[in-house]
């Protein structure tokens, strides 16, 4: 069912410091930012030469990633985004499973205009899972 990692994402405290600690001093590609006020974040995307890395900042009141900035201050490893070819039958298939999707369950446009789903950190070994489909 999994395809790529398509991302993996960096939560941090400051994205402008965060950019330029990628571009400059790791010399990485680094995508002009991008806010999705329906996610309550700011991304940018490093380009990398097999996958990309997302760092995401806090975008407005009640960020999702706003509880997870305060346990980690100085920024952390938020998700990973695994690719799949239809969301729909990977989500009916993780539900069955006993799988937690999490929102209403349906999916939303990501930061590369394409559905996504996230699943429950708990039922994956504590790391939040993306889902997008490709
Ligand atoms: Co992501």
Redesign the pocket.
Known sequence: MLGRV??V?IAVPDLVAAVASYRDTLGATVSAPQALPEHGVT?VFVELPNTKV?L?EALGDGSPIAAFLEKNPSGGM??I?YEVADIIVARDRLVQAGARVLGNGEPKV??HGKP?LFLHPKDFFGTLI?L?QV
């Open positions: 398509n991302h994402a991304v997302e995401l938020h998700h985004c990501g930061a996504v993306e997008e």
